[in-house]
Nanobody
Framework: QVQLVESGGGLVQAGGSLRLSCAAS????????MGWFRQAPGKERDFVAA????????YYAKSVKGRFAISRDNAKNTVYLQMNSLKPEDTAVYYC???????????????????WGQGTQVTVSS
């Protein structure tokens, strides 16, 4: 079992930055591929980014590539999402998720993930 708790969301102006954190319980955090997803009101949950268990490989949605950066600290059982150059269309609830699937191929599929956090709201004003 893995429990995930996101933090760091908030209100920011367009062009600003935020860093989201996702703290995981359990001693097996380093075995999980971690992902970030987001869901805007009335829309489906969309993939944002994923990172391999070692942190050596990352994968991004086209809409955030070059602006967002995912990272992890296995010693702290935490995964991060640094979000720069934020746009109003980035407004959503952001969720972190964990899966034992090692391959990043397919990590953009929400159904692959076994554990989810409760989400943190990010609002970008224009």
């Amino acid at each position: 079992q893995v429990q995930l708790v996101e933090s760091g969301g908030g209100l920011v102006q367009a062009g600003g930055s935020l860093r989201l954190s996702c703290a995981a319980s359990g001693r097996t955090f380093s075995t999980y591929t971690m992902g970030w997803f987001r869901q805007a009101p009335g829309k489906e949950r969309d993939f944002v980014a994923a990172i391999s268990w070692s942190g050596g490989y990352t994968y991004y949605a086209k809409s955030v590539k070059g602006r967002f950066a995912i990272s992890r600290d296995n010693a702290k059982n935490t995964v991060y999402l640094q979000m720069n150059s934020l746009k109003p269309e980035d407004t959503a609830v952001y969720y972190c998720a964990a899966t034992l699937h090692r391959a990043l191929l397919g990590s953009d599929y929400a159904g692959r993930y076994d554990y989810w956090g409760q989400g943190t709201q990010v609002t970008v004003s224009s």
